[in-house]
């Protein structure tokens, strides 16, 4: 049995209220896939989390990100071809982990594509995804036998 939600079964309560927070996150936030799946791709490269990876690559590419822009993210890269409203997606992500915060400038052009509910839903969406992939890289899930990781560590210095 595999579930990246299995850490979390130490804390019983914490693994069902994150599962309904999931369940949420997935089924009923604002976002068209496509958006949805580029947020969960900068996620993964961001935390280096090689299962989101795996399941979210197929998933995006599927819902329209770019092959050639869903490797350059895994190469830590700012992709080439993203449509405008990727664009803006990613740059309030990418700004948002950067600076755990937002200029004024991105917010309010995140705001005049998605609006204020997207702003919660996308912050609610990685704030999930995050929480999974931490946990993941704490407890050292692994990947199944013989699959090779597919993401390098991101080069950070620790202050």
């Known amino acids: 049995m595999f579930s990246p939600l299995l850490p979390m079964l130490r804390s019983p309560q914490l693994s069902l209220t994150a599962e309904r927070f999931g369940e949420y996150v997935y089924y009923s936030t604002a976002f068209e896939k496509r958006i949805y799946e580029l947020a969960v791709l900068l996620l993964a490269r961001h935390t280096t989390q090689q299962y989101e990876w795996r399941v979210h690559y197929p998933l995006a590419i599927k819902a329209g ?20 409203d990727e664009a803006i997606a ?39 995804y995050n929480t999974i992939a931490l946990m993941m890289n704490v407890n050292r899930t692994p990947l199944n036998p013989g699959t090779v990781p597919l993401l390098a560590p991101l080069a950070r210095a620790l202050p």
């Open 65 to 84: 990100i770019k092959p050639e822009d869903a490797d350059a993210i895994g190469a830590g890269r700012r992709p080439a071809h993203l449509a405008a």
């Open 90 to 128: 990613y740059n309030f992500i990418v700004e948002l982990y950067d600076r755990n915060a937002l200029s004024d400038a991105t917010y309010a052009k995140f705001v005049g594509a998605f609006g204020e509910r997207g702003v919660v839903e996308l912050v609610g969406l990685l704030g999930y």
